[in-house]
């Protein structure tokens, strides 16, 4: 199995930073990227930034010049560097890995995500 571990939100007044975490383990031959996701009380989950196993990075609009996605490939593990927080930012961070297995086989796992809370 595969198991993904976040950490890192919290409570933070508007303009601040913080910084996420996502660490997976288990059974992984690679992992071939980490995504992040929020999910805003009422709305749907969206988004926010992803990595590749080779360092390509794609940003949500919303989060783009903000946000900064990094990996550290030898510990499995994603970072989200949030600066200059909004209100707006809020939600609930999930973490999405896909990892490869046994077999040559993908799949796609999720952690149990961290709450950001942005103060006005």
């Known amino acids: 199995q595969v198991q993904l571990v976040e950490s890192g939100g919290g409570l933070m007044q508007a303009g601040g930073s913080l910084r996420l975490s996502c660490a997976a383990s288990?059974?992984?031959?690679?992992?071939?990227?980490m995504t992040w996701y929020r999910q805003a009380p009422g709305k749907q989950r969206e988004l926010v930034a992803s990595i590749t196993n080779g360092g390509s990075t794609n940003y949500a609009d919303a989060v783009k010049g903000r946000f900064t996605i990094s990996s550290d490939n030898a510990k499995n593990t994603v970072y989200l560097q949030m600066n200059s927080l909004k209100p707006e930012d809020t939600a609930v961070y999930y973490c999405k890995s896909n990892v490869r297995r046994a077999l040559g086989y993908n799949y796609d796992y999720w952690g149990q995500g961290t709450r950001v809370t942005v103060s006005s």
């Open positions: 288990g059974s992984i031959s690679r992992v071939n990227a």
